[in-house]
């Protein structure tokens, strides 16, 4: 078969350079379902033309792999994030991004979304196992949780975290289900479903386990204020 | 065909009169999926044998028709519950059971719920629309809520008032999940799955919209103590 | 059974007056589910109290009782909404809100979406008929989405245009799903499932046909700006 | 990111020492999902606080560490169950448990369930292998099933054990559904519909595979008469 | 659009008059979702042929047609069939079938089992309002069903009542769920899947409500011997 | 809110004239979902502009008030569909587009298929009632089968048809799956899986009663010869 | 806990003795889910006993554990079955079960099926590789499937073929789902369905991949002759 | 068991030689869920009897093993694909197929679909990574797009291309739905679901993942026009 094409294209890939002018932001490389190989190809080609990468869903050896290639690889092993060179420096973050975890499991999501808020230049914030099982954790947290311009709510197993965060703050609530628990959780579904009918307004929510997506959201939304 | 059969029959149903004996509680008339004919026929055979009837589902012609045929018939038509005669006075109830409804579109179940547990025995208090998106019209209550020796938190939608409460109480909570919701609530499957894989322990569920079951099985574990 | 209570309590309903301290915002009356009667009472409780008042999925009938009460009354029939009294004066809003609908048929939820966020304080504009079976008519108007702060993107069906209207701005997009179709569909669900798993990012989902819900959001996050 | 907080905060997790005031009982450890140093710093915080431990889901890897760190841990390799100190001692263990399995491949989950009650206080009776499918195993059990004050019905495919059950005692019956079985069993959902749709009073459902749910559930209701 | 086509056709349906040679019986006329024009053309045309004919889920409306035109027809209103001639005479049935029904409401499907195994050569006996809530009701007539050849068991809800009976005889048993029940029962999926699912063996399911598939069945397995 | 907007735009809808340049085919209107008075301003706008219309899902009162505005009007209330001009004149049909209905009430579907494809452009022959219940009457027809250079294949049910066809054919299969059942096939879900899955190759599938879909896309296919 | 018990009991199992006198077959050892000493302690049990033993789903392990004690042993390793003893001599075979399968991959699932109709006492035939893909490969069997007395139609993916075979026999037929296929094949549930939607009455239906199921009813179906 | 048969018959499969003659291709071997043994067996067979082989869902330990038997064996491992020997000349290949794969990661079944197209008489050509998130890269390449006489779009999570694709040339578009994705994309099911429901017209769906159905009716469409 002929293969045809043209533009910067790596034949598997093809390197969306004007994403940045469409929407403000570089392209993003999702490491699930390519091989390592495809993945290194791409960042490179991505550091040669100057463009800050960052990579989700990546595994050890790909890290491994890039980071031997360029010295400044940063890798979160526990929320699967790399990042190659920098989109927005530590020291220019602006919009606090708050990430609020039910449960010990969730965290590897909760990681992924605050490294991507991060990324593309919020400042973030972490509270941890404050689930609604014991919901006074909860309450401990609200002046801290009340300085967030966003709320990241990320929750496995019923997902209530985030309507009851929604009842009690003015900022918007970005609900990020995970796949943990186990039974009728059916792999996330419990959580997300009980999301997206929560009784509590101010919540919008992004697919199970989609840490990317809801530190993404998160930041787009937090960035509203700078422009 | 040849139809057979001995004992109480009325052809199409047979009155489980040695159920009382076994369970320590007679036979409930579940009124939904029979004719008006086939209700009426059901109480008035029990009511012949002197036993006290419940009906549930219990529509307002199943209602009227009892109501002129026995005068001491109670219809309570936005719960569907009907009794004829009573199982325990009103001054022999004992033990409390705190029916907690999150909106005002759960209470016909809720009333179900309650109408049972109090036909059977028990002292039922109910309180309404404490859900969780203004949790702390929850904790205003929350020194009633500790009075119950048994909960039946009723909720639609995403389902989080039972794993609230039961971090908050030890009483056993039994968790009665409704279809009131639209969309994503399919029915009530994401209040039933919500309240499946609370990450709170100490709650069991009953079937979507069954208020009927949980006034049942409140009162059987109320009834405990008594014994 | 004894009812119990304190507050400002209509016994089948709890007026959340705290709710504006809280978030910001006051309570919204949804009346699907409560009976004519409930509706009326809780919204003239509520104008008794000078609280501004949104009723959503409001039918003729509430709308004529509550418009002889109160002659500020506005409904919007097919959107199903009802205001009475004003949260924010239209020459206050601040910020464009634009709610995109891909079709039709999707114009009641749209109208939903937008008049919320209209009562909250947005401004809002609304294009239609812009689904991605004719691509082109999304990209005529790209220059007037370009403009907004936040986007509702509302569909049925397949559920495409959020992700493609993502891919082209720089805005949030809150992707509305309505149950739109037919067969597969699902009463919304494919448009749901396919607006979860979008291979763009800067999406995140409200329940299907929650008009309210993602013109609620909208809002909160273009307020964000404004504080 | 900066990680905030106060209190008995473990960074992945915080201790919810103010539980047993709450509710009666000090908090669990859910091992599935954690890493095993997770769950050992946990464990070994609790303990140094005096405070008695049941693990959950807990492997063998953990078990042998915790082992070496207390020797006072118990592990129950099959139920996957582990405890170290005690919360109430075997001798002033109070009220009939029953916990009865219908199959063999149902023990695990039975274990778990009757390790829990234990743990918390209840005496536990076993009863496995009567499956409806020779139903007159079952009633050759009759009498020492109705010496329970509360039984755990432990079953997976179709779920039918605890609807036979609970209308042959007065006991409140809690039906763990198992994920028991194949093919139409769709991983327990086939044994969780029957148990919440039984024909039956008297059963309340916990999630699929959650012996410990269960287990707690059933020791709260068994403890109301002690109060 | 040209139509085309050849032999027995009525345009719309096609009568499959070799049916008889090749399975041994004649086609039956299923009527839901025909027009009544389209059955009363059907069974017209039928009868002309001199195939003796059953409808099943036949309106009433229909039923009085048919019943003008042929006088020897017959209907049973409860279980929606109707029958003009006879395909076996009533003295030369042969073999028993015990159709049995677990509640009142099951009752037309178990009727339209009844009617089919009649019309095609079975006897019938019906055992009704045998649930497995009150087990003892079925074992009081143990003796009846084991004269049986063929069992249908009728039930919804939890659908539990075929493996009790599966466990208890030796002849084959014929499950027929129904949709009898409400929330999780889903439309009869739940009693479906606890009958595929069983834990004893010896029996085989129809589709949901399909009193006449499972009827068929039962004649064909009780014809066997006779040939 | 302010609607903004150009081109031929009725406000709630947007006439897509560029489509014919596009794809060779004008716009259809789908009438469910839209008022009676949405469609027949579409309708009426297409018509001043020289558009063909074909109007699917289209009832009785629309199809009244175009018939009067437009004398060529032709509509075909079984299958739902309206036509006012023509967009190909019936002598100038070319190539067999042949739908193969399985049973009596799978027509509406059927016919809608046929008269969009013929709408298009093509010959259309139909065959029915020759479901695989009696497999013979399929092959009685399998000359004309053959004859077809593109099949729509119809059925519900178990959806067995398609499968069966494409073995027996070498023209390509579109298979239309019908929510003609009940029970277990869920709305058409058992039809639409057994056609996905079939084992037999040279079969598509479209959505569920999407008789249009089919039509069109046989007609496109059909198409491809004569250009 | 205290284990409590009487009778033939191995602690985690309970051989049912009584079985064989109540049905007219022996208990059969289904091994998925017990361990390996488990299963062997129950067949040991029951050989000492003098019961004929069928095992299912019985691994090689397990099967050389047993051929060393038993030296009767019989293990189909693609099948899953092995046999100690003999519950019915091959010479006394009576009646033919033919089981079909429709393609290669369905063998160990048919097998299981043959197996077992043959230890209970039928004599088995097998036809392979007959999809309705190749239907013309099912009609050149045809003349063999006449012979049977009861057919078990074996097929994963669309599940066609019992449908198409009802049509053509007039032998009940026992359609046997497989999980064979992938995507939306969803684990055997669209044969499953197929299967349960039929068009063609005389089918039904066991659990999806449970071949004993289908055998032991097959052989049910078949012994009523005899008797 | 006694085996049975005639004709060209494996045992465990039985070629279908006459497959040519009645669709005008030969027969595929689909290699999931055959053993290596049974695989190789075939192909050799059908070898043997000169038929040119397509093996799909080929391992590489087969494809080794046919290497060495066959020298003109051709394998794509990306693809899963098998040839050996061959059915058209790549210099007698017809018309362009076109298959358009939304991201990398759907490429292997894009690859399959591309090598069936080829093996059965179709140029191919591919164009990949132009998923709706960057949608100008599909504008990019509308040009060669609309060379194609039939396309094949491939696309998991929200499998939106196919829609997108459909309302831009007049081609008929095959549609692919891949299990690319996690969480709510369900193993594919929101891409097939999407599919199916696409609001623009021109779009047919095979199985998820079925890279080689899709290629197959390509094939079969774009044949039409030399016949």
Same mark, same amino acid.
């Given at each position: 078969?002929?293969g =045809? *094409?043209?533009?910067?294209?790596?034949?598997?890939?093809?390197?969306?350079?004007?994403?940045?002018?469409?929407? =403000?932001?570089p392209?993003?490389?999702?490491?699930?379902?390519?091989?390592?190989? /495809?993945?290194?190809?791409?960042?490179t080609?991505?550091?040669?033309?100057?463009?800050? #990468?960052?990579?989700?869903r990546?595994?050890?050896?790909? %890290?491994?792999r890039i980071?031997?290639? +360029?010295?400044?690889?940063?890798?979160?092993?526990?929320?699967?994030?790399?990042?190659?060179?920098?989109?927005?420096?530590?020291?220019?973050?602006?919009?606090? #991004?708050?990430? #609020? %975890?039910?449960?010990?499991?969730?965290?590897?999501?909760?990681?992924? %979304?605050?490294?991507?808020?991060? +990324? +593309? =230049?919020?400042?973030?914030?972490?509270?941890t196992?404050?689930?609604? *099982?014991?919901?006074?954790?909860?309450?401990?947290?609200?002046?801290e949780?009340?300085? *967030?311009?966003?709320?990241?709510?990320? *929750?496995?197993?019923?997902?209530?975290?985030?309507?009851?965060?929604?009842?009690?703050?003015?900022?918007?609530?970005?609900?990020?289900?995970?796949s #943990?628990?186990?039974?009728?959780?059916?792999?996330?579904?419990?959580?997300?479903?009980?999301?997206?009918?929560?009784?509590?307004?101010?919540?919008?929510?992004?697919n199970?386990?989609? =840490? +990317?997506?809801?530190?993404? /959201?998160?930041?787009?939304?937090?960035?509203? /204020?700078?422009?």
């Amino acid at each position: 078969m002929d293969g =045809g *094409a043209t533009g910067d294209n790596l034949g598997f890939a093809w390197i969306d350079s004007g994403r940045s002018r469409r929407t =403000g932001y570089p392209e993003v490389v999702y490491c699930m379902g390519k091989t390592v190989d /495809q993945s290194e190809a791409i960042i490179t080609r991505m550091r040669e033309k100057g463009i800050p #990468v960052l990579g989700t869903r990546a595994g050890k050896e790909l %890290a491994e792999r890039i980071g031997r290639r +360029f010295p400044d690889t940063e890798y979160d092993e526990s929320a699967g994030t790399l990042t190659v060179g920098s989109f927005c420096k530590p020291e220019e973050r602006r919009g606090l #991004v708050t990430v #609020v %975890a039910a449960g010990t499991s969730d965290l590897p999501y909760a990681g992924e %979304a605050a490294r991507t808020a991060e +990324f +593309f =230049g919020s400042r973030v914030a972490l509270i941890t196992d404050v689930g609604i *099982a014991g919901i006074h954790r909860l309450f401990n947290r609200l002046e801290e949780l009340r300085k *967030a311009r966003v709320i990241v709510a990320v *929750a496995g197993m019923e997902g209530a975290l985030p309507g009851v965060i929604a009842g009690l703050v003015s900022a918007p609530v970005i609900a990020l289900p995970t796949s #943990v628990g186990y039974g009728a959780s059916f792999g996330g579904l419990s959580a997300l479903l009980g999301m997206l009918t929560s009784c509590a307004p101010g919540i919008s929510v992004v697919n199970i386990d989609n =840490g +990317f997506g809801a530190g993404y /959201q998160a930041n787009l939304i937090n960035a509203i /204020q700078r422009s």
